[in-house]
């Protein structure tokens, strides 16, 4: 009896080890024994470290900013400081991937090199190059550099839409400082996004250890092909608890394309406010399915008024692929040009649509319901916005990099209380009062937090 419970306990060990071993994930994974040793040295040489200085500013008191305040302290201490905030050398130290070796074009985080005076790229090999900054996108947080260097080694690029979870993935950087590192693990999730991270999110989430300094860093298959830029963690003391996120190649490539062509990304927009639509709104709009993007406001003189796009239409269908979220719309279109056609299918008062519209350039989209000033894009607080109906002001749907603002610190969904000690209560007001002349002082609510941010011209 134990002699045969033995046999079938052995019989069926085997079987499983046999279904195992044939299954598409194990498939990917080294067989024992082997080693990754000789795709890491393959690509490893691709793998860069990237060091940037810069210079930051360190912000007064905004209490000396009130005139009075100002007045008062005069009287008792002398002349108050300078308005001029005070500025001091800054370093970070980042990682980057050789994604051309001929041109000697890297891929990197844009956080990693925001604001860099200087950026400096290390090889394997201990050359050191300056960095010319080609162009960046906060949006999607991928950033373009070149190098002026022989003998560079390139990784191939491979397809991130292949991926599928729990297929096995090494992540190669620079943490820490330390100098390379590569970490194993396996693709956790596919399509993260509402993380607040970037604007644009479609992250791959792995639990190969990703720590600070990694960022710009490649995750790339067991068969050396770059799949994703390690880009970000969840940790609660800002180190890997096994929940690291990478923007997939399918999106770096677009962006990086356009980076080449323009030396920034144009997008096009169709001019909506969009909601997911949740059970709630299902039953009172009285729609019998899940999934879908509900128009919550059309703006005027944009492509969507155009096409005949209306308030209360269910967005399902983007050029015929579903869409299930108002976050997965945004990146379907995020990762389309100014001018391209797009065909949308809806579902409205029962039936479905299909039309037809060609996207606009974000700035015009964006003035239709909006200004512009000072390198800000300013739209009315959204509907939808949790402090709505909570305090006057306007959002700032964009800043330029590079500007003023931008230097100042100022950052895409802050929301602008006052110019100057100025209320602002409407868009228009925000913009004549940001086209003054002179220094301005803004006061931003950002994350429900409060801050003062002084704009020089």
Do not use: C
Request: proline share 6%; charged share 20%; aromatic share 4%.
């Amino acid at each position: 009896m134990n002699r045969a419970i033995q046999i079938n306990l052995a019989g069926a060990v085997a079987l499983l080890l046999a279904l195992l071993t044939s299954s598409p994930l194990l498939a990917k994974a080294p067989p024992p024994g082997a080693s990754l040793a000789p795709m890491v040295e393959r690509v490893l040489p691709a793998v860069v470290n990237i060091s940037t200085k810069s210079r930051v500013s360190l912000n007064r008191n905004p209490l000396l900013n009130d005139p009075f305040f100002r007045h008062f302290f005069e009287d008792f201490f002398g002349p108050a400081p300078e308005l001029r905030p005070r500025r001091r050398p800054s370093q970070s130290l980042g990682s980057g991937v050789i994604v051309d070796a001929d041109k000697g074009w890297v891929i990197t985080n844009h956080h990693v090199i925001d604001n860099a005076d200087e950026i400096t790229v290390m090889l394997r090999d201990k050359r050191s190059f300056e960095a010319k900054l080609v162009g960046s996108d906060p949006e999607t947080d991928i950033a373009l550099l070149q190098i002026d260097a022989d003998d560079l080694t390139a990784v191939p690029i491979g397809d991130s839409e292949a991926l599928r979870v729990g297929d096995f993935v090494v992540a190669m950087g620079n943490p820490f400082g330390l100098g390379q590192t590569v970490t194993y693990g396996i693709v956790s999730a596919l399509g993260r996004s509402g993380l607040g991270i970037e604007g644009y999110e479609n992250f791959i989430q792995t639990d190969a250890s990703i720590n600070p300094g990694n960022s710009g860093g490649a995750l790339v298959t067991t068969a050396g092909e770059l799949v994703g830029i390690n880009t970000a963690i969840l940790g609660p003391s800002g180190g890997n608890v096994g929940i690291g996120f990478a923007v997939p190649t399918s999106m770096m490539q677009v962006v990086m394309a356009q980076i080449i062509e323009h030396g920034d990304v144009r997008r096009g927009q169709l001019g909506v406010m969009i909601q997911d639509l949740t059970p709630e709104l299902a039953k009172a709009f009285e729609l019998n399915r899940r999934g879908g993007v509900l128009v919550a406001q059309v703006l005027p003189d944009t492509p969507a008024e155009q096409a005949g796009l209306r308030e209360g239409d269910l967005i399902v269908e983007v050029d015929g692929e579903p869409v299930a979220s108002g976050a997965e719309l945004r990146n379907r279109l995020g990762l389309k040009r100014r001018g391209d056609a797009v065909e949308l299918t809806l579902l409205r008062d029962g039936r479905y649509r299909t039309l037809e519209l060609q996207l606009q350039a974000a700035e015009q989209a964006t003035q239709a319901a909006g200004g512009e000033a000072r390198g800000l894009e300013l739209v009315p607080i959204p509907a939808d916005h949790p402090l709505n109906g909570q305090l006057q002001g306007v959002m700032i749907a964009a800043v330029q990099s590079g500007s003023p603002a931008w230097r100042a610190g100022v950052r895409r969904g802050d929301l602008i209380r006052s110019v100057n000690q100025q209320p602002v209560t409407s868009v228009g007001e925000a913009v004549a009062l940001l086209r003054s002349d002179g220094r301005l002082l803004l006061h931003l609510v950002r994350n429900r937090g409060a801050l003062f941010v002084v704009i020089d011209d």
